[in-house]
């Protein structure tokens, strides 16, 4: 292990002797940039966290937000990145069981879970094919045997990801508020390990993960054993409700050393352990290889000594292992031993503290570069045009992903995958609806209007339900930080969520920031991914198809904002143009605005306008009610007819209402100062758009569907 010369003397100044082979790595562990976040932790602090539903605890390892009655919601987000590069059903499988124990050490049960997902170009690269497909079946492997329902994310395919794959797991967890886990320690308690056992799988996973991936270290990729999970689960709840435990926390990233470290320093204790003690799955496994293994399915508990013959007696019935590893100390210093012997004395602020780095930051030179827009080229007519965004994989329907996740276990989920938001039912009648998007293409070409727009987004989605956004996680996801370049493109990005959230007062509850997101080809594109939580007071707007003569409302204003659209880059190979950029103050006065209807009972349903535009936003809607629909582009604006139809401008909606109830939709919106349009109704069987009385493109409704259900299904099997 080489520590970076700020870190050298930083031991130095602090230890003042020579690290222990155990200390070497302990440290290398947990300052490593995946578990000590040393490039973006002071940043970070710019993010608003607190809220009128924000519970704050020493030691969560996931948001919690108080939705009344005595309930919680808990929600948190993780990455499984290099790993599911090297081994995608591996990595992508411990990516869930990671992001639940984070709910479960809360003391909330995991109800349902989401991802987000990238890959290379699968039309054309097996193995970006190969990669997709396994990871996908990891997630629903252990999803499914675990009972929790996958309920939605989102997939984007892009150049930037060749040979490599981001793997995004958000989980939310339901409980009672009165038996959140309190995280606190006396002296004396016992210090427990229950869960799977240690073996060398993950040995180094954090280091793995904290550099470019240059070669396929599998020994760095920890194994899944989803049914031990399970009864993890059930015997931790089973813990909880009997009293037993005073604090916890998953072992993830950098395994015992992280845990034992971070619980230390969260609260205020010193910890000894002796690795004898660990029950491990390989008997040679040296004493630094026990400290620093990732493996999976392990918990740490923090318990009073009266309690530890209900916690064997439970993890007997449960069948799972559970040792004591050792006590709770007065002197906060992290002890570990081996037998009689000392391997490691360190304080545990110190060991948990990593030293920050400042980083440099300039604004890119591709930036100054990027080609202006270019005239209209269109070899296609604007049908061909929209039959090839409807097959493309970024658009096309993503049935063939959550078809293979069973999202409905539980009984919870009431609007299931496939629409703007997935919604759940919480026991006190009301309901939660969740949703995570991200956008590449717009991050590369503007990185704080770009981020942005990810968190607009996921809001307007869970707005489409009839929810207001409570809270939401993000997942910042870079190249090298190291590069002033790459690290002034996640200030941006995490300068413009900041001030997005805090405009709309919507607190950050949790988040991850992955760098070194690089292969051979160079860095990823800026990749910030936002998930939101939205409450519904009673039942969300479940969607309703379309009908006959039911009108087309377009809320919010189309925009010369073709850059990063899928139009430039699937139709044209374009990359340059003017991104969509966000207008705070309609943003909020048109989720506003939309909220009203729906509460008012006036929607039939809402559709979020983002990727592919207009036209693509109005297509789905004739595709799920198997109708057709006249539009006149000229009620939209004076752009060009390719502008109307396929720029992604943000704070759009369409809605679906009958005409009954027409007139008192728009006066609602007049009252309330927001731009609208009624673009025409839902008629035959036949996509039509006109601008100046004349036809500019004509679909029939079945062709369409064609290509939006089946074509990525059909890539997947016969590319």
Request: some cysteine; hydrophobic content about 35%; charged content about 25%.
């Amino acid at each position: 292990m080489s520590f970076q010369e700020h870190e050298k003397l930083h031991i130095e100044k602090n230890v003042k002797r020579e690290l222990t082979t155990t200390e070497s790595q302990i440290l290398a562990a947990e300052w490593s940039e995946h578990c000590s976040y040393k490039s973006s932790k002071q940043h970070l602090k710019m993010l608003p966290t607190t809220g009128p539903n924000v519970i704050v605890e020493k030691g969560y390892d996931s948001g919690v937000l108080d939705v009344g009655d005595g309930y919680v919601v808990t929600v948190h987000i993780e990455s499984h990145n290099h790993p599911s590069a090297v081994e995608p059903f591996g990595g992508a499988a411990t990516g869930v069981g990671g992001v639940i124990r984070d709910i479960l050490s809360a003391g909330t049960r995991p109800i349902a879970l989401f991802d987000g997902l990238r890959f290379g170009n699968i039309e054309t690269d097996s193995h970006a094919r190969w990669l997709f497909k396994n990871a996908v079946a990891g997630i629903a492997d252990y999803g499914n045997c675990l009972g929790i329902p996958t309920i939605g994310g989102e997939v984007e395919f892009d150049e930037c990801y060749k040979n490599y794959a981001l793997v995004d797991v958000a989980a939310v967890g339901f409980g009672k508020k009165s038996k959140l886990i309190k995280n606190h320690a006396n002296i004396d308690d016992l210090v427990i390990l229950i869960g799977g056992s240690t073996g060398r799988d993950g040995v180094g996973g954090s280091q793995f993960a904290s550099d470019a991936l240059e070669g396929e270290d599998r020994s760095a990729v920890q194994i899944p054993d989803p049914f031990i999970e399970k009864l993890i689960i059930e015997a931790i709840l089973e813990c909880r409700d009997q009293n037993c435990i005073n604090a916890m926390k998953d072992l993830g990233g950098g395994g015992l050393s992280c845990a034992i470290s971070e619980t230390a320093e969260s609260l205020g204790i010193g910890i000894e352990l002796d690795v004898k003690n660990v029950h491990l799955r390989e008997s040679d496994l040296a004493p630094e290889e026990i400290m620093i293994s990732e493996s999976q399915e392990r918990m740490l508990v923090i318990a009073s000594p009266d309690n530890l013959s209900k916690i064997n007696s439970i993890c007997d019935k449960f069948r799972i292992q559970c040792s004591v590893l050792g006590k709770v100390k007065e002197d906060k210093m992290m002890h570990v031993k081996n037998g009689n012997e000392t391997i490691a004395l360190l304080p545990a602020d110190f060991v948990a503290r990593g030293p920050l780095i400042s980083r440099e930051k300039s604004k890119p030179k591709y930036l100054s570069n990027l080609p202006v827009a270019p005239e209209s080229q269109n070899n296609l007519s604007l049908t061909d045009v929209l039959l090839k965004l409807l097959s493309s994989p970024n658009i096309a329907s993503k049935h063939w992903v959550y078809r293979q996740y069973d999202h409905e276990v539980g009984i919870r989920t009431v609007i299931k995958p496939g629409y703007d938001s997935s919604v759940l039912r919480l026991d006190n009648g009301k309901s939660l609806s969740v949703k995570i998007d991200g956008n590449p293409k717009h991050c590369y070409l503007n990185p704080r209007q770009g981020a942005i727009g990810c968190f607009e987004e996921a809001c307007r989605n869970v707005v489409c339900t009839g929810a207001t956004p409570i809270g939401m996680v993000d997942h910042l996801q870079f190249g090298n930080p190291e590069d002033p370049e790459i690290f002034w493109t996640f200030m941006e990005s995490i300068e413009g969520i900041t001030d997005f959230a805090k405009s709309l007062n919507i607190p950050c509850v949790g988040g991850k920031v992955s760098f070194y997101n690089e292969t051979n080809d160079g860095p990823i594109k800026p990749t910030p991914l936002i998930g939101v939580l939205g409450l519904i007071d009673s039942s969300p707007l479940h969607p309703n198809p379309p009908s006959e003569n039911d009108v087309i409302l377009l809320i919010g204003e189309t925009k010369d904002e073709l850059g990063g659209s899928e139009y430039y880059e699937y139709i044209h190979n374009f990359v340059g143009g003017t991104a969509p950029s966000v207008d705070v103050s309609n943003s909020k006065k048109n989720m506003d605005s939309v909220l009203s209807l729906i509460s008012e009972n006036l929607v039939k349903t809402a559709h979020d306008c983002s990727k592919g535009g207009l036209a693509i936003a109005i297509s789905e809607l004739c595709i799920f009610g198997k109708v057709g629909c006249h539009v006149n582009l000229n009620k939209v604006s004076t752009l060009s007819t390719e502008k109307i139809l396929f720029s992604e401008s943000h704070s759009r909606y369409v809605l679906v209402i009958e005409k009954s109830k027409l007139d008192s939709v728009k006066n609602i919106l007049s009252e309330k100062n927001c731009s609208f349009s009624e673009l025409g109704i839902f008629t035959s069987d036949q996509i039509i758009f006109e601008s100046d009385s004349n036809p500019v493109l004509e679909l029939i409704v079945d062709k369409a569907e064609n290509n939006y259900l089946n074509s990525l299904g059909k890539i997947i099997q016969n590319g």
